[in-house]
């Protein structure tokens, strides 16, 4: 591992990037809403306990969500945000404890997880030695959003979460293309681009920018998605069996968590394969 890897790795674990869904008051399950579809087996409102969430903040159905319909749950990440916002911002104290902290408690929750969502981001450009002369600003952006993380429930609910989003992009950007630029050859820009159950498979998109591409249901099998840019893309239902993602910038868990892979999809070292993955 190089030494920027070891100084990413050692960010995500210090600022608690990772889900503990042990240390959280179910909040995802609570304060996020969801509609009933091919991802959600019922309408919930934001702020409405799902009725599958016991008193004790676990799923009651965890082991059975995709039969039972809940594949939406399965997917979700919330960058270990729950832990941060349940331990740190309110001190340990859950909202059934403590009703008149619920509204307040649910209306941070979204906040927090669009900030580490931004740390994770923020941690693996910083790994790319590529972008080491961007380096100075990211850590400069991930010392500033760490900080945020740690101010109160006001301050958090108050903060103009796009604008700081616009500021940290910018450097996510200009890391992307410096990392880009070192695979040969002209690379593809498909940003934003609208490629619902497109026929890519054996694709050549290495260095490629998929930048909030919608690759719902794209047929990616055998795919050259090494160091693509996937921040942000859809992945979802996506076929990337046999696929090439060694590399790939800003892909995570969740979005593989969401596509469909096998056996012989490659991936960053730092993601693992998802569970329901075929297994060949």
Known sequence: MSPDHQEAASDTAALGLRSDCGSCFGLCCV????????????????????PNLQTDFRCGIHAELRPRGFSGCTVFDCFGAGQKVSQVTF????????????????????????????????????ARPAARPVHAGLRAALEKTEALT?????????????????????????ASELVRAEVPGRKKDRRGADLLGARLKGA??????LRGACLVAADLTGADLRTADLIGADLRDADLS????TGALFLTRAQLDAARGDAATRLPAALSRPAHWQPG
């Open 150 to 174: 740690r101010g109160g429930a006001e301050e958090l609910t108050a903060l103009d979460v796009p604008a700081h989003r616009s500021e940290v992009n910018a450097l996510l950007l200009r």
């Open 242 to 245: 046999g696929a090439d993602l």
């Open 31 to 50: 304060a996020l809403p969801f509609a009933a579809s091919a991802d959600f087996a019922i309408d919930k409102d934001a702020g409405r306990p799902c």
């Open 91 to 126: 001190g340990g104290q859950d909202w059934r404890g403590a009703p008149g902290t619920a509204r307040q408690m649910f209306e941070v929750f979204p906040v927090m997880r669009q900030l580490h969502e931004l740390l994770w981001y923020l941690a693996e450009a910083l």
């Open 204 to 209: 050549r998109l290495r260095g490629a920018s």
